[in-house]
Each structure stands twice: as structure tokens, then as C-alpha cells.
């Protein structure tokens, strides 16, 4: 017994990564955790495309085309008051895509979410009302994303307690969001939303001398967090992204913030001047950098991560897997309250014209087509960012050309077609690619 | 084998002091199937036990009953001499029983030092501490001389099978386990990873670590077990010293619960049964 908890010996500093079999371009590893310099991280990147680990630079490649596409057909498209324009109708995309993304990790999925987002905004309008004791906005929203939030939390129960499939429980959910829809605003019924706020948190403008402060401060403090994180982790010899990438990845947050802020201050306007940021984006940001840290630096996030990877692997781990799932239904339904927030405050109203269905679909295919995996346990909050910006860019753009919403779907149908594709190929590439 | 063997129980004159763990009569069945029957096991520290016997012998099942994962319904479980209950994987997590299953219980999308920390991660207020614990993942890996991994920041999906092992045995190393018990370590590794586990399985033991390990390799059992326990359809049939076995005298108990080769008298209760 005398040996038990001997202490581990120290470690001897021997070099973490051997580079001579990464040079061999077995990679299906993340090229920041492999490079010791800039080059390498650019061959290692390379070896890992091949692989079919792909990461973000396939939407964003995506992106580009279709904007090259739009522009070539329609000279509008690039400019700034339709790409200001396509930022906001996105970001309704965006933020339901970033609720999706909590249910996908999982390898579960949400369809309710469109429908619980328009209860949330019509909770939030009605409240806005006299007849309801015309509310302050910010508990109206409280107020509304209190009840997305439990919305989500009684579904979630019902289908780990009940361990129903989740497809089916959020079915229901669906059907019963837009029949309640229907019930409270009549066939056909519009409410009107009457409050400032609210309606600017969609239509409202940053003067762009506040757009740019709040583009230094956002950008200042992403570089700052990401230079002091980097070299603490180069100080104390952990694996650690190369220097150059750091500094490129500080150096391209700064020039996406200016370039936003350009575009969103040009004069847009047709008779009076229409300039400035809009706060909707300010909301994607906040809300974006919120889940990011949640599921990338917290125990819950692990665990998140851990049971769409190997649920029975958590389990053994002593997670409670029932109370992360129903936490991750719960958090689906508080984003997707958001969205609906910001889809009411767009429209300044609420109408039975909300098709949850078929936003939920598109949110669904903007998570997917931004990389997030249908079979759970991949995927972040950036990755619904970016589909979300594909689905609003195809929507825009062919809006822009007059195709019809015929023609849409079918071309959104064949994106999302192609993107789990992509997705499905890239696994089994991984797959090709684990040794025995 | 790699370095000197400790024994504490030989040290002390021949008689046995408390071994760490010890099975009593333990019995299970599911609905009409008897899968133990009055079962008997020792588990010294500091030693390996292989655990033989047939496919359908019960090697499972037991593990399961010491994990945590099945509750025997009679029988005595002691612990270092003390009876004790273990009704769920977390009393015998709390005990410092690790069990490396067949299928490893690794989470393919998360990386090696998300692994070896499932379940207990370390935190400072409410973010993860990613900087220590990657840097005791990297001295345990580094203790147990576990360096053919290019970096421990790769997902566990990008490794090799005796990679993978080696993981889940790091893991029970990083949490000062007592007791490690694996089901089939070598089952589906080539002979160089083989090697490699077995070696990890020796330094385990060397460090003080009780290692129960089901096996039907002989060459493995014998490569590395100190001690043999040996079950024929829930019954206990042999136990003891490796040194009193051959390979012609295991697989005679594995396969016909007998074996009238070996002369040594090895457990009692075994004995009065049969």
C-alpha cells in the first residue's frame, strides 16, 4: 500500500507534436494545435482539408461566391444599403440558427423554435399594450424570453423524463405554438407594437461616431482576450497557436469591424440621410459572443459537447445527462425568444403572417449549412452566424433578381442539400482517416 | 518484464494481509439466467489479477457488480476489510474503482484532455481551467511514458487504438484510482500496441494500483498477470498465484471447470462446490 498516490514524476520537456508524421499528412487535427509557426499552420491546414475537417473557410468561401453570383446579376446587391438591409432580415436567421445549434450539439433537434419565438414577441407586444398595463420594454422582454425559456424547459423534460424523441415532443410543440399564435391574435390579426425601443432593436441606428467606438471597443477587447490568452498559454508551454495566427486572427477581427462600420455609415438614404450600425448587429454580437463562451469554456458546455460526441461515455462520467438537455431545450427556446423579439420588432408588429415552420427550417439549414453536424457534437455558435448569412444572402439576392419564393426554397432546398452532403462526406473522410 | 515486480502480500510471511478488494459469495441472476453463483475474488493492490473464463462465464457481469453498474443481490463486497455497498458507478467512482470498458468510454469529438477530465473538470469560478489541466494531463501521459500521441490537444477520434487505451488508462492514473479494472484491454490491438498496453498495465500495478484485467489471451495473462482468477458458467473455479497455472491448466478450467493437471488447492469456497 506504501506506493499508492505515489506523485506523478515531472514531466521531462520533451516536444509535445512530432512534425515529421504531421509533415506525413495524417491530419485530421486542428492545425493551431500542431504549428509551431506560421508556415506550418498554413500546410497543416491544407493537410486537414484534405482530411475533410474543414472548420469555417468553406462558408465563408460559399459566401463570397454567392456574393460574386448576386453581384454579377444584379449590380445592387454590394451595395450598402442592401447588404445593411440582408444584415437585418439575417439576423432573425441568425439567432434562431444560434437557438438550433443547442439542440443539434446534442443530435437532437428543435422545430418548435420558430413558433416559441413568435409567443415570445407576442407576449412581448401584447404586454406593450394598455390594456395589459402598457409594460416598460425591458420587462415586456423579460417578461417574454422568461417564457420561451420555460417553453423550452417543459419540453425538454417531456423528452428526457418521458425519453420521447425529440423530433416528435417538438412537433407537438410546433403545432400547439401556432394554434395558440392563432388563438391569441384572431384569424388574421395583427397587434401593433407602439414602443421606441423595441422597435429600434431591429429599425434602430448606432450615429457612426458610436459605431466605430463600439467597433474599438468590441475589436480591443477580442484582440486583447485572444493576444493574453495565446501568450499565457506559450508562457506556460501549453499547445498553443502560432504567434502569426494570433496576430492574423486580432488583424482580421479589426479589418471585418471596419469594414461593417464602413458599409453601415454610408449614406443610404434616399431623401433624408440613413446612416449608422444597426443595433440588431450589436445584438447578434453580444448574443454570439454569450454562447460561445458558455459552450466553449464552461462545465455545461463540455458536457454538451460530450453527450452528442458519446452520451453513454458522459453518463459513465457521472454527468446528469437529463439536466444538461433539458438546460440545452431551455436555452434553444430562450434564443429562439430573442429572435422572435427582434422578428416583431422588424416588422413593428405582430401578425398570424409568422410562418415558425418555415423559419425553423431555414434555421435548421443555416446551422447546418454553417457547419454546425446534424449528428451532434460538432458545431459552434460562429457556424450559425455564417449559415445564417448564406440563407439571408440567397434569400436577398434572388429577391433582388424577382424570382419567385418558389424558386427560393428550391434553391435553399439545394444548398442545405449540398451542404449536409458536405457534412456527411467530411465524416466519413474523418472516419477514413482514424487509424484502426 | 519492464521492472521489478512489488508484492506486498508475499513480503508479509506468506499470509495474506487485507487485500484491497474482496468479493464474498456473490450471487446475480437476471430473471431465470444465474449468471453468478457464490462467488469468490480477491483483488491485492499492487498486483494484477486476470480475470479468465469463457465467453458467457459471468467476467462481465462481475465487473459490472463491481462497478457499480449491476447490484449483486447477496453476498459481501469488502473494501481494504470493510464491508461496504456499491449500488451505482458513482459509489464505486467514490471509492476510486475505475473501469476502462471495452468500447473505452471516450467522447470521439472532444480531445484527449477533455477526456481524461469528463466529469470533473477543473474550474476557476465558473470558466474552465483548460491551462492546468492540460498541464497535469501532459505530466500524467509523460509518467506513464505515453509519448507516441503528437499532441494531447487532438481529438480522441484521431487515435489509435492502443492510443486510445492508453488514454482511459491515463485517466484512472490522473485520478489516483485504487482499483482499475479493464474488460479486454488488448481485444482489438495489434501486437506492438498490445505491448504497449500490457507495459502500461505493469506500470500501473507498479505504482501501487490494484488491476483486475478480463482477458482470454493467454499470451497476454501470462505476460502480465500476477494472479489468476478463473470463472466456468458464475462459478469461481481457480484462483491464485499466475506461478501455479500454465496455459494447458486455465484453458481446462475455463472449459470444463476442472482441471485435473493442477494440484494446488486454491480456494476454498471453490472447492466446496464442485
Given at each position: 500500500m506504501a506506493q499508492v498516490q505515489e506523485p506523478p514524476k515531472p514531466a521531462p520537456t520533451e516536444p509535445p507534436d512530432d512534425l515529421a508524421s504531421l509533415a506525413a499528412g495524417r491530419a485530421a487535427v486542428s492545425p493551431e494545435i500542431v504549428a509551431d509557426t506560421f508556415g506550418e499552420y498554413v500546410r497543416a491546414s491544407f493537410a486537414r482539408l484534405r482530411a475533410g475537417e474543414s472548420g469555417v473557410l468553406p462558408v465563408i468561401v460559399g459566401l463570397l461566391l454567392i456574393s460574386v453570383i448576386f453581384q454579377s446579376l444584379n449590380s445592387k446587391f454590394l451595395t450598402a444599403g442592401n447588404l445593411v438591409n440582408l444584415l437585418v432580415q439575417g439576423a432573425v436567421f441568425i439567432m434562431l440558427a444560434m437557438a438550433e445549434v443547442f439542440a443539434l450539439l446534442l443530435g437532437e433537434i428543435d422545430l418548435s423554435a420558430g413558433y416559441v419565438g413568435g409567443i415570445g414577441g407576442i407576449v412581448v407586444a401584447e404586454l406593450l399594450t394598455s390594456q395589459h398595463g402598457s409594460w416598460p420594454w425591458w420587462g415586456a422582454c423579460i417578461a417574454g424570453l422568461t417564457l420561451c425559456a420555460l417553453i423550452g424547459a417543459l419540453q425538454g423534460t417531456i423528452i428526457t423524463r418521458?425519453?420521447?424523441?425529440s423530433f416528435v415532443v417538438t412537433l407537438a410543440g410546433l403545432l400547439i405554438g401556432q394554434g395558440v399564435m392563432l388563438l391569441i391574435l384572431g384569424n388574421g390579426g395583427t397587434l401593433p407594437i407602439n414602443n421606441g425601443v423595441i422597435n429600434d432593436l431591429a429599425n434602430g441606428l448606432l450615429t457612426p461616431a458610436a459605431g466605430w467606438v463600439v467597433m474599438a471597443a468590441v475589436v480591443g477587447l477580442f484582440g486583447a482576450l485572444t493576444w493574453f490568452r495565446d501568450a499565457r498559454r506559450r508562457r506556460s508551454g501549453l499547445v498553443a497557436p502560432p504567434v502569426g495566427l494570433t496576430v492574423l486572427k486580432i488583424v482580421a477581427a479589426g479589418v471585418a469591424g471596419s469594414v461593417l462600420v464602413i458599409i453601415c455609415n454610408v449614406d443610404r438614404g434616399v431623401l433624408v440621410p440613413i446612416q449608422g450600425v444597426p443595433w440588431v448587429v450589436l445584438i447578434v454580437l453580444a448574443v454570439l459572443a454569450m454562447w460561445t463562451l458558455l459552450l466553449g469554456r464552461t462545465k455545461f458546455g463540455r458536457y454538451v459537447y460530450a453527450i452528442g460526441g458519446n452520451a453513454e461515455a458522459t453518463r459513465r462520467a457521472g454527468v446528469n445527462l437529463a439536466a444538461i438537455r433539458t438546460v440545452s431545450f431551455m436555452l434553444c427556446s430562450f434564443t429562439a425568444g430573442i429572435a422572435g423579439i427582434i422578428y416583431a420588432s422588424r416588422l413593428r408588429s405582430v401578425s398570424t403572417n409568422l410562418d415558425g415552420g418555415t423559419l425553423v427550417l431555414y434555421s435548421v439549414a443555416a446551422a447546418v449549412i454553417g457547419g454546425a453536424s446534424l449528428f451532434g457534437g460538432r458545431g459552434r455558435p460562429i457556424h450559425a452566424v455564417l449559415g445564417g448569412l448564406v440563407i439571408a444572402a440567397i434569400d436577398n439576392g434572388m429577391g433582388l433578381q424577382g424570382f419567385s419564393a418558389a424558386a427560393k426554397y428550391v434553391v435553399t432546398g439545394i444548398v442545405l442539400l449540398a451542404a449536409v452532403t458536405i457534412d456527411s462526406v467530411a465524416r466519413s473522410g474523418r472516419r477514413a482517416n482514424t487509424p484502426p | 518484464m519492464v521492472s521489478t515486480r512489488v508484492d506486498p502480500l508475499e513480503a508479509s510471511d506468506g499470509k495474506h494481509p487485507v487485500s484491497l478488494l474482496e468479493l464474498r459469495g456473490i450471487d446475480k441472476h437476471f430473471g431465470p439466467v444465474q449468471a453468478l453463483t457464490d462467488v469468490a475474488l480477491e483483488v491485492p493492490a499492487g498486483q494484477v489479477t486476470a480475470l479468465a473464463g469463457d465467453n458467457g462465464a459471468g467476467k462481465s457481469v462481475l465487473i459490472k457488480c463491481i462497478g457499480g453498474i449491476h447490484v449483486a443481490e447477496a453476498g459481501q463486497i469488502l473494501w481494504e476489510g470493510h464491508p461496504i455497498h456499491i449500488r451505482s458507478p458513482r459509489d464505486s467512482a467514490a471509492l476510486g474503482i475505475e473501469t476502462v470498458y471495452q468500447d473505452l468510454?471516450?467522447?470521439?469529438?472532444?480531445?484527449i484532455v477533455q477526456n481524461m477530465f469528463l466529469g470533473r473538470e477543473r474550474t476557476r469560478s465558473v470558466l474552465l481551467d483548460e491551462e492546468s489541466m492540460e498541464l497535469a494531463a501532459r505530466d500524467t501521459l509523460a509518467s506513464l511514458s505515453v509519448t507516441t500521441v503528437r499532441s494531447i490537444r487532438q481529438p480522441v477520434a484521431s487515435l489509435s487504438g492502443g492510443q486510445r487505451q492508453a488514454v482511459a488508462i491515463a485517466k484512472s492514473v490522473l485520478w489516483n484510482s485504487r482499483l482499475v479494472i479493464m474488460d479486454e484491454p488488448t481485444a482489438a490491438l495489434g501486437v506492438s500496441q498490445t505491448e504497449m498496453v500490457l507495459e502500461l498495465v505493469r506500470r500501473l500495478a507498479d505504482r501501487g494500483v490494484a488491476v483486475l484485467i478480463i482477458s482470454h489471451n493467454m499470451n497476454d495473462v501470462f505476460q502480465v498477470a500476477d494472479r489468476l482468477a478463473i470463472l466456468h458458467l458464475g462459478r469461481m473455479v481457480a484462483a491464485g498465484p499466475a506461478s501455479t497455472f500454465d496455459r494447458q491448466i486455465v484453458v481446462d478450467y475455463m472449459t470444463?471447470?476442472?482441471?485435473?493437471?493442477?494440484?494446488q488447492a486454491i480456494f476454498p469456497s471453490a472447492e466446496g462446490q464442485s
Open positions: 418521458l425519453k420521447l424523441p | 468510454a471516450l467522447c470521439d469529438n472532444l480531445d470444463t471447470g476442472q482441471s485435473t493437471r493442477h494440484s
